[in-house]
């Protein structure tokens, strides 16, 4: 890939997207690998990422819908054969039995007791979007449903059509406003020349043209923050926490459409941002010296293997990467095993609160005979039991870390 390409394109190091497919209606299994040669020219730029991010990819030429998992790294978690409309091209109006192109998001979700022809469930999709509305397309009732008869490629009026076993797979990982839906003939349709350049690498950029102008950045804590594109449309996407007097009062989301002008730069066509209040802040003590002390305790334990004490910081609801507490415990305990040293290094610890607890962010370097790794890590701790616990941990590897 070209340097310019590179600079056209937000291709995330690691977004391995299979241009290699099995045959339509073969059972369909999570990608292990990915050969490299097959990347494709991706479009997310991720700035935080707390939470797993999640984007549905529909390839209208290969009749696939693919779920991509944004976990630190950039995985195909899911996979299905699907429908999309009987005619070819891009939809411009109602009636023409094509399927939008571009990216869209569940505004409603329907359930069918009865079985009809969507299946057991819809999710509707917010088709058109200010993109298509300024464009003058027009149109209505674009949906992801199921089917009770046999899945036939291109043969919808428009929706994106999977068979009812796949949908029931697939809901997991559909939530109404948030999980974008990218619609695209090919991903080798997306050229270089149908792409504006994005300039700005900072994501104090993207957070100005999503968050409300009363919103200051010191009241702000992103629970994930990143931006998406197709080739034409952009759309730049958050969820995040509102502080007032540093505790957590509201969380919201935004959805940003960008548009470029060469004079003005980028700015919102159109924002949608939702918020709720949060409820009152449960009583814990707020001493960040005993913060400091339990990861202290935390890190000890990791480095001197001493496992019971190392698992005893984590609660019982803790997950990594699919494995639940005891089977990270046997994770941990083979390493163990396998390293004749480890040794964990931190340093430049913040502390923020949480409506559940607190936050502790910090530089982390770890070294061990056969692995060296550093970056950021985020520890999300309850206070339970009169004492704190790890619920959660994110890891992002430094981006110059050689």
């Given amino acids: 890939m070209n340097k310019i390409l590179c600079k056209v394109f937000w291709v995330i190091t690691g977004m391995l997207l299979m241009t290699g497919f ?15 040669a097959m990347i494709a020219n991706g479009a997310l730029k991720v700035f935080v990422a707390k939470n797993p991010i999640y984007v549905v990819l529909v390839e209208k030429e290969r009749q696939r819908l693919r779920v991509l998992e944004y976990n630190g790294h950039l995985n195909q978690v899911a996979e299905y054969p699907c429908a999309t409309g009987e005619n070819k091209g891009k939809k411009r109006f109602s009636g023409d039995s094509r399927t939008p192109e571009g990216i869209y998001f569940i505004t409603k979700i329907y359930t069918d007791n009865e079985i009809t022809i969507f299946g057991k469930r819809a999710f509707h999709l917010d088709f058109p979007n200010i993109f298509d509305r300024n464009s003058g397309i027009k149109g209505d009732g674009i949906y992801i449903h199921g089917t009770n008869g046999r899945l036939t490629p ?38 270089e020349s149908r792409t504006v350049k994005f300039d700005e690498s900072r994501d104090d950029v993207v957070k100005t043209l999503l968050a409300r102008d009363e919103m200051g950045p010191d009241r702000i804590e992103f629970e994930y923050l990143y931006r998406l594109t197709d080739g034409i449309q952009n759309v730049a996407v958050a969820e995040f926490t509102l502080y007032q007097n540093e505790s957590p009062s509201s969380r919201a989301y935004s959805r940003s459409y960008l548009t470029y002008n060469g004079k003005r730069g980028w700015t919102a066509e159109e924002r949608v941002c939702r918020a709720k209040p949060l409820p009152p802040v449960p009583r814990y003590p707020k001493d960040k010296q005993k913060i400091i002390q339990f990861v202290e305790t935390w890190r000890e334990a990791w480095e001197s293997k001493d496992i019971e004490t190392y698992i005893g910081c984590y609660n019982d609801s803790f997950r990594h990467n699919r494995m639940n507490l005891a089977a990270y415990r046997a994770y941990k305990e083979r390493l163990n ?13 913040s502390i923020r609160w949480t409506r559940s607890g607190a936050r502790v962010s910090f530089d982390q370097v770890y070294r061990s005979d056969q692995y060296h790794a550093k970056g950021r890590k985020t520890l999300r701790l309850i206070f339970k039991g009169q004492r704190w616990r790890i619920d959660r941990e994110s890891w992002f590897p430094a981006r110059h870390h050689k």
């Fill in 154 to 191: 291109m043969s919808t009026r428009g929706c994106i059509t999977l068979r009812n076993r796949d949908l029931d797979k697939l809901v997991r990982f559909l939530e109404k406003d948030t999980t974008p839906v990218m619609i695209v003939p090919d991903m080798s349709d997306l050229q």
């Fill in 22 to 36: 099995p045959a339509h209606g073969s059972k369909c299994a999570r990608a292990e690998g990915v050969d490299p």
């Fill in 337 to 349: 095993k396998r390293y004749r040293f480890i040794q964990v290094d931190i340093s430049g610890v």
